[in-house]
């Protein structure tokens, strides 16, 4: 107690300032207790002070005057001093010294005036009351007490219970039920119970009792009772143990307990005249036994699920049936009562909230609600606490609804007035409810209204002072929806009214809310309730009941159950659906129709159920074999497409779950976006184009609509419009572009890792082709202002987000376009001048504006010394443009005009349609045709003002600082070749670009280089294409060879435009000198000569990618020559060796790679179909003889003069000798037939020069062989005349001379080698043929490092040398001039026979060796070579015809073993009777597939060869024709060859392996 200490100087001045002190201390401690604060305080001070005096500190009649004084300041004063002192009175009486005892007995008899005696007596002990003289004797007083206690507390009184006397309990009984109205009140009707009581001694117990039976029976008298109760009520506890009597009565079986006794206790718990505890250990059943039955409940459900999900046998289903009828008869017999459950209804029917939920914590969730009559009663009282609130902010205008009436007790909870009421207890009842709120839709339109009411506000509230309370009541509505609208709507028999109502909130979500739910519903919700459970099981067998049924004729029919279905379990229904679908795809067009009687939150459910099904973790998105993408996947892109298309579903949640996937570095997911922009958007990504759809897409929007695609996907309007808000409202759209771009490359070297390569190729074209489709999609539907305030700058996407260049020019393209129009537009309304001429000018300056800048930024995305060949202006220009810019496609617009005429006359002449749909037909079709027409003016207009800004850019374009090489080279890397592989249109674009520049007459352009760049070097190309790659590659070169083609067809185009035009140059002088020198210009046909090698280089790097025997070289090519099968092949020989190889390939594959025989398949027929078009070699180029051999050959203008250009690498020099060397090494050799035969050796040398030249006067001619071969040997000296060099040239003409010798005498023994040993010389062949096709990479021999010496110094020279014609330069040393002069002029002499092959030859090492071929026909060899035989026995009049019939069927018998193919033996056979039937000279089928020997072997070989020749034939030479010198010279050396095949083989694979090296 002693909490509070006098200070000592109070003590010692206590008369001075003590006292005064004290005092005052109390007042001011009285004045707090007045306020409310304890009184200990008081009680201490007046402890301390009376401490002082029982310990003699101060004197007792000042602390007792003191005290006396005290006693005015508060009522109960006396009693806290007695208090005081019995503390004291305890304390000093177990105290030893009794001057303090007695001091405590003075003070208290001190103060005996001031404090009662009956409050002392209270407080003190007998003893000291004694001792006070307050009473006798203590021991008297005590036993008095013990007395009057079991007097009070241990007497029993006897009562009158009812059967003792009836007549006061009936008096009571009459009481109780009289009419309570006017002046009765419950404190009157008391008064009489009491003398009732008194008079007749009722039993007080009884009494309540009978109280409690008369309210049970009047329970609308709640009030009066109550308070009547209330007032006669003494302990709780007693009225609780009545109540638990009244319960137990009724818990026998087959007895109900009634709802009134519920109500009165309902009534007593919410008025706190009793406790829920007391009362609810006397209910049953006990908790355990409900917990037990809710199990029971979940169990049952889940073997109802299963048993609907087996397959059930027809006898188990007969014996499963009785058994659950035996069940529910059981179940039937006895429900049970349960008093808990009663009671809770009873609490919740008059409103008492706070017992009710107590009662319901005791139960398992839901368990309660989910007794109808609970459920019911919990959403009256919901409607009730919601009402106010919801006719303020929830009720829809023109909507009444009916009045509620609020409950009369005030204890009930509180409506709610506002948002933030609600979290008061109005969450909490609804999530008490659960899905059992599906009893009450009324209630449930109401919650979801009041939830679109309170999203309205949340989004149009922005103070930041109410965020926090917004949020946490936007939560509590996500939970309400989690746990109790989804799971109701689940187990509302489809109700759509309902589901588009809760659509009305869902849509306010944002898709991650929404998706989160649907997940939740579907994959939580229905395990949690054993309705639920069953419901789903129940959705499904219905589910499958419908799709077993689905087809296309039952549509409508299936649609409206699987509608019905739908409103309630959407996402159970449509996760069997989709896994249906992605079983049998065939299903997607019915499921698609049958979706029309959805409603909207259905749909936004099948959007989410998509996404789920689609990011399967369990699923593998690629076949087992890993090289396609798996079909599941493939059938739901289908179902994406045409779904989103045709229903109105959000689009967002698809989008950012591609987006998603590509963020990861996955990319199959791009299939989905592919087929939803297709299907939305009409935009359609094919490489099966045909030439008129192809044509359609360079026109403009409408023209593409209506031509350009297969499907004419009508009335995308909308869809697009759908997607593009989709794209712009989530800004999806540029980080979707930007992705696909990164994820190219991505695909090949981050995800294509252990794929296999023939799906890392499918998803890169997947990869590609959506990028183009999305970005002309973009393109199409976007503003300009949109367009250009989402896509930055070229150098931004290429440094900053690393876009590939064709990527960020695709996509920077149209914002060019709109740029330079709008700029147009602006300038026209500045200057009005309608003159053609100003509004190109006009035009031009908008282009200069725009790119500029464009310019500048192109210098950043490659090194500076790319610039010192293209001007960024021209690199620009290429890869802003389009096809759309170059031409107009005027016969694609005439063709869909006069489709649309056909369409008019089709619908007048039909007597079926109605006459207003008529009308409306014609009038669709005739506003078409005029929109085509104003279109294609338009774009004839555009064409002009752009091809005039070409014609005043074109100056500027190319920089004459490095070699016209280098010049195409930089074109080709970073123009031609990335564009044309990046769509169609494209691959056009660049065939038509060339061709724009070479019409334009560009400087600094050859175009004859860039042709031949592209025409001989497309193995290495088509090798790293894909797929579609390889499609659209096959187009460019299609298109290229379609002008090619037009100007070798007639040499009025040819002339009209190519003559005169610098890309015709073949010599490139100086600038001092004239360079429109006719001599200077390619003539008509030294060009056909020129194609004729393109075709060859064509050929053989056809063959060689079909002999690889690899899966994408096979592919592609195959892919490729089918694209370009209009223009190529059109010679006969060249077609034939194709047509083996690719009959080979069909024999092979058949088995193997089912995909690459139906594509060689393919070829094959096609190939048959075009070679009535194809003719022989000499009507494809010109090739004539010399009409007398008296006649000089360089003496002859044409083609087979020394001044042509070596344009074809068909034949070499020796013309058949190497020829028939062709046949037995075709298939293994690896290198090209000529030495001249590089990508751009017959068009220039290798530092760019043009060596093309016309034919000139025999002296011009022979001065320039004179200075060719003075440079030549400049060259060789340079690096390659060291003394080493020298002694390897000797050593390598001494093994030249005796191989010489040793195929002289193997010549002559031929005849007589046994058929035993030809067959071991072929066996032995074939093996080394073999070991050549391996040995690729060997060691080169000295020649080929000769070479390489030599193109070293060349390239050091390249600058120095201004014109180079194409002159005769010798092949070998100067040591050798005289022999090598001789053998020159019989090669000429020779050469007449062959034209295409005479072509000057130049050195190896003057050109670097460009072809990329390892293999080469050699079916064409074969055929030609035996036609060539034959022309040669008709003409020889030496008498060799027997011998030489013998040699050619050696050589046949060869040709067919090697081949391998029955059928070769017969096709060659049927080319050889042709021929003969036509006449045609030995000179139409000129071998294309030589194996050439490496540099200075060759050269040694030839100049042996002519002098031997000369010796043996120097007067059949003089006197006889070309032909005859040709048969003879073509005899001799095919002895040679074949002795050499059979001697040399070792040797030759050396020489095979050191061409392949240098290569």
């Known amino acids: 107690m002693a909490t509070l200490i006098l200070p ?141 206690k079991t007097k009070l507390f241990y007497k029993q009184q006897k009562f009158n219970l009812l059967r003792e006397e009836n007549e006061g309990y009936a008096k009571l009984i009459t009481e109780l039920g009289q009419e309570l109205s006017g002046n009765i009140t419950s404190h009157l009707v008391l008064e009489s119970i009491k003398s009732l009581i008194g008079c007749f001694n009722l039993d007080p117990n009884r009494v309540l009792d009978i109280i409690l039976e008369v309210y049970e029976s009047r329970s609308d008298q709640d009030e009066f009772f109550l308070s009547l109760i209330k007032s006669y009520m003494c302990e709780p506890l007693t009225l609780c143990h009545i109540l638990g009597f009244k319960f137990k009565f009724y818990q026998e079986p087959n007895e109900e307990t009634p709802k009134s006794l519920y109500h009165i206790a309902a009534a007593l718990l919410h008025h706190n005249l009793i406790e829920l505890e007391d009362l609810y250990v006397h209910l049953m059943p006990v908790d355990a036994t409900i ?388 299907k939305m958007a009409g935009i359609e990504i094919t490489d099966e184009m045909t030439s008129e759809q192809l044509e359609a897409m360079t026109g403009g929007e409408q023209l593409k609509a209506e031509g350009g695609y297969f499907g004419q996907i009508r009335n995308t309007k909308k869809s697009s419009q759908r997607l593009k808000d989709a794209l712009l409202d989530h800004e999806l759209a540029l980080p979707l572009c930007l992705l696909m771009a990164q994820q190219r490359n991505g695909v090949v070297f981050l995800e294509g890792g252990e794929k296999h390569l023939k799906l890392v190729g499918h998803l890169y074209d997947q990869c590609h082709d959506t990028l183009l489709q999305f970005g002309g999609f973009l393109a199409s539907n976007l503003s300009t202002e949109d367009y250009i305030k989402r896509v930055p700058s070229i150098d931004i996407l290429c440094n900053q987000f690393h876009t590939p260049h064709d990527a960020a020019f695709f996509l920077s393209r149209p914002m060019y376009a709109h740029q330079i129009l709008s700029k147009y537009d602006e300038l026209k309304k500045t200057e009005k ?142 123009c031609l070749f990335p564009r044309c592989i990046f769509s169609s249109i494209d691959a056009v674009y660049c065939a038509r670009f060339v061709e724009l520049v070479h019409q334009q007459k560009t400087p600094n352009f050859c175009t004859l280089l860039c042709y031949d760049r592209v025409f001989s070097a497309i193995i290495y190309t088509v090798a790293s294409c894909t797929e579609n790659e390889s499609h659209r590659y096959g187009r460019f070169l299609s298109c290229m060879l379609e002008t090619v083609t037009r100007w070798h067809s007639d040499r009025a185009i040819y002339e009209k435009e190519c003559v005169n035009y610098p890309g015709f140059l073949t010599i490139f002088r100086a600038t001092g000198f004239d360079g429109g020198n006719k001599a200077d210009q390619l003539d008509y046909e030294n060009f056909r000569h020129v194609v004729h090698k393109w075709h060859y280089m064509l050929t053989k790097a056809s063959v060689h990618c079909l002999e690889t025997g ?148 025999i002296k011009e001619r022979d001065d320039k062989e004179k200075s060719g071969k003075e440079k030549k040997e400049k060259k060789e000296k340079t690096p390659g005349s060291t003394p080493e060099t020298k002694a390897e040239n000797r050593r390598e003409k001494q093994r030249d001379e005796r191989a010489g010798k040793e195929e002289r005498v193997a010549r002559e023994g031929k005849d007589k080698t046994p058929k035993a040993d030809r067959e071991k010389v072929k066996a032995e062949e074939k093996s080394g043929k073999d070991d050549k096709a391996k040995a690729g990479n060997g060691e080169p021999m000295e020649p080929s490092r000769e070479r390489d010496a030599i193109k070293e110094s060349k390239s050091k020279e390249k600058g120095d040398r201004g014109a180079v014609a194409g002159s005769l330069k010798s092949p070998v040393p100067r040591s050798e001039s005289a022999e090598s002069e001789r053998d020159h002029k019989r090669r000429k002499l020779d050469s007449h026979s062959s034209p295409s092959h005479s072509s000057s030859v130049k050195d190896n090492s003057n050109e670097p060796k460009e072809s990329t071929s390892k293999h080469h026909a050699n079916y064409n060899s074969v055929s030609r070579s035996k036609s060539r035989e034959r022309e040669m026995e008709k003409k020889d009049s030496d008498g060799t015809q027997g011998r030489s019939k013998e040699k050619k069927e050696d050589k046949d018998r060869k040709d067919r073993k090697r081949d391998n193919a029955v059928n070769d033996r017969e096709t060659s056979q049927e080319s050889k009777r042709k021929k003969d039937e036509n006449g045609t000279n030995s000179t139409k089928n000129s071998p294309a597939g030589d194996s050439p020997l490496s540099a200075e072997k060759e050269k040694s070989k030839r100049s042996k060869s002519s002098s031997k020749e000369k010796a043996e034939s120097v007067k059949p030479e003089r006197t006889s024709s070309g032909g005859k010198k040709e048969s003879r010279h073509d005899k001799e050396k095919s002895e040679k060859k074949e002795k050499r095949d059979s001697s040399g083989g070792k040797e030759e694979k050396k020489h095979h392996k050191s061409s392949d090296k240098h290569r």
Request: proline share 5%; with cysteine; hydrophobic share 35%.
């Open 8 to 148: 000592g100087e109070w003590i010692k001045n206590w008369e001075k300032s003590g006292k005064h002190e004290f005092v005052q201390l109390c007042k001011e401690l009285t004045e707090k207790t007045d306020h409310g604060s304890d009184i200990r305080d008081i009680q201490a001070a007046l402890y301390e002070l009376c401490w002082q005096v029982v310990h003699g500190n101060l004197k007792l009649d000042l602390v007792a005057s003191v005290l006396g004084d005290m006693m005015e300041l508060r009522d109960d004063m006396p009693s806290i001093l007695a208090d005081v002192f019995s503390i004291l009175d305890l304390e000093t009486g177990a105290l030893e010294e009794k001057n303090k005892r007695e001091h405590y007995t003075q003070l208290v008899g001190a103060c005996l005036f001031f404090v009662p005696e009956a409050i002392l007596k209270e407080r003190l002990d007998p003893e000291t009351l004694e001792s006070l003289g307050l009473i006798k004797q203590a021991h008297q007083f005590n036993q008095k007490i013990v007395k009057i």
């Open 291 to 678: 917990i037990e039955e809710h199990k029971r409940d979940i169990s049952e459900a889940k073997q109802i699920a299963r048993k609907l999900v087996m397959v059930v046998l027809p006898s188990e289903k007969s014996e499963d049936k009785d058994k659950e009828k035996e069940k529910e008869e059981e179940k039937n017999e006895k429900p049970p009562d349960n008093q808990k459950l009663g009671l809770l209804e009873a609490l919740l029917r008059i409103g008492d909230w706070h017992n009710a939920q107590s009662i319901m914590d005791q139960m398992p969730s839901f368990y309660a609600t989910s007794h109808k009559a609970i459920a019911l009663a919990l959403c009256q009282l919901v409607h009730l606490t919601v009402e106010p609130l919801y006719r303020r902010a929830g009720l829809p205008k023109g909507a009444r609804g009916c009045v509620m009436h609020p409950l009369r007790s005030k204890r009930a909870p509180r409506p709610a007035e506002n948002f933030e009421d609600l979290r008061r207890d109005t969450f909490s009842m609804i999530c008490y409810l659960g899905p059992h709120l599906s009893h009450d839709p009324i209630l449930f339109a109401k919650i979801v209204r009041l939830g679109k009411s309170f999203m309205k506000e949340y989004q149009s509230d922005g103070r930041p002072d109410v965020k926090d309370k917004m949020e946490t009541l936007l939560s509590c509505f996500l939970s309400i929806a989690d746990q109790v609208l989804l799971p109701s709507l689940s187990l509302m028999e489809c109700n759509a009214c309902m589901s588009e109502e809760l659509w009305g909130l869902f849509k306010l979500f944002p898709y991650q809310h929404r998706y989160r739910l649907y997940g939740q519903w579907k994959n939580e919700t229905y395990t949690s309730h054993p309705l639920l459970v069953k419901v789903k099981a129940q959705t499904v067998e219905r589910a499958k009941y419908i799709m077993k049924r689905l087809t296309k004729e039952n549509v409508k029919q299936s649609g409206r159950q699987i509608g019905k279905l739908s409103h309630s379990n959407p996402t159970i229904l449509f996760d069997y659906m989709l896994s249906q679908i992605q079983w049998y795809d065939n299903l997607i067009v019915p499921v698609v129709d049958s979706l029309k009687y959805l409603t909207s939150l259905n749909y936004d459910v099948l959007a989410y159920c998509i996404i789920e099904a689609l990011a399967n973790p369990e699923k593998e998105k690629m076949k087992h074999d890993d090289t396609t993408i798996s079909s599941w996947l493939q059938s739901l892109a289908s179902l994406c497409g045409a779904v989103f298309r045709k229903y109105p579903i959000e689009l967002a949640g698809l989008l950012q779950y591609v987006t998603n996937q590509l963020k990861a570095g996955k990319s199959f997911d791009l299939l989905i976006l592919k087929e939803v922009v297709q």
């Open 833 to 974: 001048g309608n003159r053609q001429q100003q509004k190109v000018h006009k035009y031009v300056a908008a282009c200069e504006q725009v790119m500029t800048p464009v310019h500048e930024a192109v210098v950043s995305l490659h090194p500076a010394r790319v610039w010192d060949d293209l001007r960024p202006q021209f690199y620009a220009t290429f890869w802003s443009l389009t096809m759309y810019d170059l031409a107009v496609p005027h016969s694609a617009y005439e063709r869909e005009v006069n489709k649309l005429k056909v369409q008019i006359k089709a619908i007048e002449e039909n007597p079926e349609i109605p006459l207003n749909k008529k009308k409306k037909e014609k009038e669709r079709c005739t506003a078409l045709q005029e929109k085509l027409q104003e279109e294609e003016k338009k774009q004839l207009e555009h064409v002009q003002r752009v091809l005039h800004r070409l014609k005043l850019e074109k100056d500027n374009w190319l920089l004459a600082k490095s070699t016209k090489n280098e010049t195409i080279t930089k074109f080709l890397q970073l």
């Open 1110 to 1257: 690899d899966y994408t070289h096979i592919r592609n090519i195959l892919i490729v020559l089918t694209k370009i099968l209009p223009c190529y092949p059109k010679v006969l020989n060249l077609g034939q060796a194709l047509e083996c190889r690719v009959h080979k390939i069909c024999l092979e594959e058949k088995d193997k790679r089912p995909d690459l025989y139906a594509l060689a398949m393919g070829y094959s027929g096609r190939l048959k179909g075009q070679k009535v078009h194809m003719v022989p070699e000499n009507e494809f180029h010109h090739k004539e003889q010399p009409a007398r051999s008296s006649t000089p050959a360089n003496q002859q203008n044409g083609p087979g003069s020394t001044g042509k250009p070596a344009t074809s690498t068909i034949k070499t020099e020796e013309g058949t000798e190497d020829g028939d060397r062709g046949k037995d090494k075709s298939q293994g050799t690896t290198k090209p037939v000529n030495k001249a035969n590089s990508a751009a050796a017959k068009v220039t040398t290798s530092n760019g020069n043009g060596a093309l030249n016309s034919t000139k006067a």
